[in-house]
């Protein structure tokens, strides 16, 4: 499916402002409303658009403590991705799998209570998962830009 | 710290899957009455447990190939200033995420790109052109997927 600019400029809005509503997009992007409805359909019955997620504020249920794990994996193993990644997926506090091309295999986005939990999740759930060569941590202290704006 | 019982997680977990369903459609599927489900939700968001709404994109499909975590550290610390390289790095339309981390960098970049060599143009203009940028290091990303967490 093709999108053209009045597509470009509804999801530019849509983007900057999710919980808008559909008149209210509409009307900052230059469309009817009836418009702007059929079009954000179109994006979505040709999955452009996936779906409108919730973001969960961690910090507000009491988990303080964010950490990127940076991991090179034993690639000798044929089975090391998919074997690590099958055994991630179980770790409740793992928030998001990411593989790279690049020096890093992989990351996982770790949430905790405190730096006694992190340490608790690192020794007893991370450091067993399987194939790890190597692993280094990069400790979250906030956040300048997250609004994961496109330049369309 | 706000306190959750099982209904609240499950609520959560409904609205990280999709955060445009109705209270009445949400709490048909828990078991539970339209104003009780409008007043949870509304007491989730009041309370700061969901901080917003993020799109689910096929970035793909809109013609941005390729994504590019990048790893900065900045060069002479203590010289540089973090709020200037904060607001030149945050204004790069092609950077997605800007994360202040401790470690190995000092900063970590989710970036865009239409291919490859748009990628190269935006890493020689924008990100090696930034006050006090030191070492760079890129990964290219293959493939992401994001849990549901400890709910």
């Known amino acids: 499916m093709l999108i053209d600019d009045s597509d470009r400029r509804l999801l530019r809005q849509l983007i900057a402002t999710p919980e808008a509503s559909t008149a209210d997009v509409a009307a900052r992007a230059g469309l009817t409303e009836a418009t702007c409805w ?32 940076r991991i090179t994996l034993d690639k000798t193993n044929p089975r090391a991705f998919d074997d690590f990644i099958a055994a991630a997926r179980l770790v409740p506090e793992v928030l998001e799998i990411q593989t790279f091309l690049g020096r890093v295999d992989v990351r996982l986005n770790v949430i905790a209570r405190d730096m006694a939990h992190y340490q608790q999740i690192y020794r007893d759930r991370i450091l067993p998962l399987p194939h790890i060569a190597d692993l280094e941590a990069l400790m979250h202290l906030s956040d300048i830009k997250s609004a994961e704006s496109l330049p369309l | 710290m706000i306190a959750l019982d099982e209904i609240d997680r499950a609520i959560l977990r409904a ?5 445009t369903q109705s209270a009445g459609a949400l709490g048909r599927k828990l078991g539970l009455s339209q104003p009780a489900t409008w007043r949870r939700i509304k007491r989730l968001r009041d309370e700061g447990a969901i901080a917003g709404q993020r799109l689910d994109l096929d970035l793909a499909a809109l013609g941005f ?45 989710r970036v865009v790109a239409r291919d490859l060599s748009d990628f190269e143009r935006v890493w020689r203009r924008r990100i090696m052109t930034l006050p006090g940028v030191g070492g760079v290091d890129a990964n290219v990303l293959l493939s992401e997927e994001r849990l549901a967490g400890p709910l």
Do not use: C, M
């Open chain 2, 65 to 109: 190939g390729v994504t590019v975590f990048l790893g900065i550290s900045l060069a002479a610390k203590g010289r540089v200033s973090l709020p200037d390289f904060e607001r030149a790095v945050a204004a790069i339309p092609e950077v997605q995420t800007v994360q202040h981390v401790l470690g190995l960098y000092d900063y970590r970049l």
């Open chain 1, 38 to 69: 059929r079009r954000l359909e179109r994006l979505r019955g040709a999955g452009i658009l996936r779906g409108q997620r919730a973001v969960i504020n961690w910090r507000a249920l009491g988990y303080e403590v964010e950490v990127s794990l």
């Open chain 2, 15 to 19: 609205l990280a899957e999709d955060a």
